[in-house]
């Protein structure tokens, strides 16, 4: 198995992904020559009957996304993975079930109440990732109105 193309998955947050992680992850795919799996844990309502996403600004992002990777040639696979668990768990799956090499993430700052809250998905997939998870930091996000 030594001589597979190496595996990169980005979490992709479908409202909060900024473009400075979308940039890393491109970076790492073309210095590793490596598929980038664009995978994101969502929950079911925020499907279409289609199976694609619901919200007209979060699939227009969405698709820029594979517009993008399209047109610089990067061999990518866009998974909508609905949810399970929490989204850490989710990707920790995804990454264990297709034996990625490295998680490129992004990481928002939170209050501590936000954290008791929201969660910290993060902190999940670096402590359970089968792999080096790469953190960017991302101060404010691109937040989209659900």
Do not use: W
């Not at 979308?22 to 790492?28: G, S």
């Not at 109440?113 to 101060?139: D, L, Q, W």
């Amino acid at each position: 198995m030594a001589d597979r193309k190496r595996r990169i998955l980005v979490g992709y947050n479908l409202y909060f992904t900024s473009d400075e992680v979308i940039e890393v992850a491109i970076d790492h795919a073309r210095a590793f020559d490596a598929t980038l799996y664009v995978v994101s844990s969502i929950v079911g309502h925020s499907l279409d009957r289609q199976g694609d996403v619901a919200n007209p600004k979060a699939r227009a992002r969405l698709d820029n996304v594979k517009k993008r990777l399209k047109r610089e040639n990067i061999i990518h696979e866009v998974h909508l993975i609905v949810r399970q668990d929490d989204p850490g768990v989710d990707l920790v799956r995804f990454a264990v079930e297709h034996e990625i090499d490295e998680m490129v993430i992004g990481f928002k700052v939170r209050s501590t109440i936000g954290e008791i809250i929201f969660g910290s998905n993060y902190r999940t997939m670096i402590a359970k990732a089968p792999c080096p998870v790469v953190t960017v930091h991302v101060p404010d996000g691109n937040p989209i109105d659900e």
